[in-house]
């Protein structure tokens, strides 16, 4: 028997998947609506948390925070199964999820976070990516019922909290390539350029494959033999910024940028390849 706690969009098309397969679910959600929706798939719904996950040997969990992580495993507790195991699919810190490990281990749970780089859609399909880090015996006890719900599980090694920091890692990455599309966008709208043009143009240069190799050339830290300088790189910027400017549209990035490039030419580094901005976070 399984119990899965939050219902959200990820939580729902988990459960929807699990049911599908034939697995039986008992679920909770805080606003009781959103689980009963449901029941029509099969799930058992509960208003009750302690009832939720009573007789449950899993317990998955798709919630909001680490606060409401821990505030909804303390008032489920009373209802859990002996030796039953958590697995929390929620974004959280790394320090929480390692916390949380300690503290369920001490009574008597095994406790496993495994957040994903998954929507909605993947959840319910089994595709996308999930993350797991620590006890390795651990990982081996729980992969098969994970490898179910996930198109690859990416186990990072023994250290624990591992996952949670690198789920942090990939969304960073995802904000800001997504606040960068934004600025492309309002550049091309500042200019007169249709939007279907900046998407024919990405379809036929994809900056995106060269990211692993800039990504490395960042790591390696040399900066003295330029592929493009950072006085021509600000130039360019300054470029972005006036025609949006002229176009009255608004740069959200590029600005910040253009600041940090400026303290790193006064420091006398424009002759160097312009990505040396992101040396002291090296």
Known sequence: MKAF??????????????????????????????????????????????SAVKGADVIHLTLKDDDTVNEVLEAASPGFKSGATIIDHTTTSAKGAVERTAKWKARGFTYMHAPVFMGPSNALEGSGSMLVSGDQGVIRKVESELSKMTGKLINLGSEEGKAAGLKLIGNSFLIAMTAGLSDTLALAKAQGIPSANVAELFGSWNPGSGMPARLNKLIEGNFSSPSWELDMARKDAGLMMKAAEEGQTKLTVIPAIAKEMDSWIAKGHGSDDWSIIAKDNL
């Not at 939050?6 to 599908?20: C, D, I, P, Q, T």
């Not at 679920?27 to 058992?44: C, P």
Request: charged share 20%; net charge positive.
């Open 5 to 50: 706690l939050g219902m959200g969009l990820l939580g729902s098309n988990f459960v929807k998947a699990m049911l599908r397969k034939g697995e039986n679910v008992q679920i909770w959600n805080r606003t009781t609506s959103k689980a009963i929706a449901l029941e029509s798939e099969g799930a058992k719904v509960f208003e009750n948390i302690t």
